[in-house]
């Protein structure tokens, strides 16, 4: 025969028992779920601040390297000026070198003149100086014509200047006339004591001068015939 157990019935119980546990999971979740937010919100706080401290050394860097392009260019223009003035410097110094040479020369030239002058009489060709202008084939020359007499008197000379050279067909000689440049020279020369004529010698492309011949013929004078060669460049005395 079966026996029929009866139990107390306590629904109170078992609803308070769920809800309890119900509540401790929902605790666990929202614990769980809590920190997983607050580890997020840190997360991002720390890579907000990692991304501001990197702007500014971002911000930084680019001020540095403006201010260094600055100063680059600053430097860069210093460099040029001074090396424009380092070039117009030695411009001026070649200039300055050039010009001490040509007064040196012609001092030697007028020198040379005085010296020979002492032991000459009568008409004579003292010097001859040619010196380089700076454009091709331009030369400037100056010749010193000499009368050393008891008188004054005032003579009369006829001159004659050929300059001997050599070109692709070999030798030639050109008259002054010829390669005279600028105002043409009066040949017929009156003078007392000294006579300096100068001009500009401008010869042919091609045209490589060797010597330069000079005659002096004194109108009124037996034998009063002079002539001269010079070497060219032309040499004084």
Known sequence: MSKLVVKKHRPFEIILVIVLFSAAISVLIWFLLDANHWHFIKSQLTESEDSRLLWDVNQSLDIE???????????????????????????????????????????????GIMSATTDSKGLNIQGFHVEATGRKNLYHFKLVLTNVAKSDKVIEVAMDMSIEGMNEAGTQVLSL??????????????????????GNLNFPEGFKPLRVVVDLRQKGAKKATVKRVFEWPAKTG
């Open 177 to 198: 006339d010829k390669v005279i440049a600028g105002s043409k020279l009066d040949p017929e020369i009156k003078f007392k004591n000294f006579e300096r004529i100068e």
């Open 65 to 111: 390297n403006k201010q260094l392009r600055e100063q680059v260019v600053i430097l860069e223009r210093s460099t040029q000026i001074d090396n424009q003035a380092a070039a117009r410097l030695q411009n001026d110094i070649k200039a300055l070198q050039d010009q001490v040479y040509s007064l040196k020369g012609e001092l030697e030239f007028y020198e």
